[in-house]
């Protein structure tokens, strides 16, 4: 069996902890019943020995499996990662939501999105990177009563997205100390309202009101000194015809909204100003996690 699941982005400007989309760069796994436990992987991490004797993903496969079916199966785990790691595109998300997938479909036991989202909570308390993870698309998620509640939107074909992959991380939990401990009340009515007109814009297909919707006086900014150029590539993006502009979770990771024509042209631009970092035009996924 295999269960693929994508990369994503979240934050989304001001929507912190609550917003969040779904690209189209998969972290695959695919597993066999074995008489011995292996576990290879390829691409992301496959140079990380860590990843092989502690590895998150089988952690949270047994505990579920054993859970479902009363026993510790014994398997074969072959990983083909493509969501680069510690960058915030939510590689762990990824981690986690097939990591339960994976245990349900061995186990034979049919599971709702809905459901696995909710599972996946217990790991991930922040549903902006772990519902696009399990839903594909736009989403608005909030957790109320250790639930997830969202809404999805399809995103259309016309857009791509272009990231902006730096060669240094962020720490997400580093990061998060960086942040005030407490904000204005006009910061915050800055925030709610343009998370709201965020929504509505990607809701009601208004991309050319991106611009403004996706300003944000939580976060970006404080996280965003950890890297300098990311200022850059902000400024660099807006004047090369991106719709929205905006770090990737926490980072180090910029997001970029384009029309389909405007692609190619973003790409070589940020190609040419940064060539140590990585530039990827995708397509935006509407799936999320994926049986096979």
């Not at 965020?198 to 890297?227: P, V």
Request: charged share 20%.
């Amino acid at each position: 069996m295999t269960i693929s699941v994508p990369a994503t982005s979240a934050n989304l400007g001001p929507g912190f902890d609550t917003l969040g989309l779904s690209l189209n760069l998969r972290n695959r796994v695919h597993i066999h019943p074995s008489s011995f436990f292996s576990v290879s992987i390829r691409g992301e991490g496959a140079d990380n020995p860590r990843l092989k004797g502690n590895n998150l993903f089988i952690n949270i496969f047994n505990d579920h499996y054993r859970y479902l079916t009363g026993k510790k199966g014994i398997f074969r785990f072959r990983f083909i990662n493509k969501i680069p790691l510690s960058r915030g595109l939510g590689s762990s998300s990824a981690v986690i939501v097939s990591a339960i997938a994976s245990a349900y479909a061995a186990a034979g036991v049919n599971v709702s999105k809905r459901k696995l989202l909710n599972l996946a909570l217990h790991y991930e308390h922040h549903p902006d990177n772990i519902t696009p993870a399990v839903m594909g698309g736009f989403n608005t998620a909030v957790v109320e009563n250790r639930r997830v509640y969202s809404q999805k939107k399809r995103i259309p074909g016309y857009l791509k997205a272009v990231v902006v992959i730096p060669d240094k991380p962020i720490s997400t939990a580093h990061s998060r100390t960086t942040l005030p401990k407490s904000y204005r009340k006009e910061e915050a009515i800055y925030n709610v309202g343009h998370a709201s007109l965020l929504t509505a814009c990607f809701f009601n297909e208004s991309w050319e009101m991106l611009r403004i919707a996706a300003r944000d006086r939580f976060h970006q900014a404080i996280r965003m000194k950890m890297l300098p150029e990311l200022f850059e590539v902000q400024r660099l993006a807006v004047e090369h015809g991106a719709l929205m502009s905006t770090l990737s979770g926490s980072g180090s990771t910029f997001f970029n909204m384009v029309y389909r024509e405007d692609a190619a042209k973003l790409h070589r631009a940020f190609e040419k100003r940064f060539p140590s970092f990585r530039a990827l035009i995708l397509d935006f996924d509407n799936d999320g996690v994926i049986f096979s």
